[in-house]
């Protein structure tokens, strides 16, 4: 079958480079990658593995109420707002 085919300029790129190491002309090359790329995109997906993360306790507040920011930094600057 023959048809026109633009390609983006980095995989023309790789593609030429590919041609010239492996002494092939641009046809064996381009039906080489797709007929790999095909058998790749075909194939079924695996599955992917649930992501758990383990339950950890950090404990208690220790500064009371997170809610007023000027007391917040008053403590971590170790300044007693009260």
Do not use: F, W, Y
Not at 35 to 46: I, N, T
């Amino acid at each position: 079958m023959r048809t026109t085919l633009t390609l983006d300029d980095d995989v023309a790129k790789r593609i030429e480079r590919l041609r010239k190491r492996r002494n092939l002309s641009l046809r064996d090359v381009v039906n080489q990658a797709l007929r790999e790329g095909l058998v790749r995109l075909e194939a079924p997906r695996r599955p992917r593995k649930a992501h758990t993360t383990k339950e950890v306790s950090l404990g208690g507040c220790l500064i009371g109420n997170i809610d007023d920011v000027a007391e917040v930094l008053a403590i971590a600057d170790g300044d007693e707002l009260r």
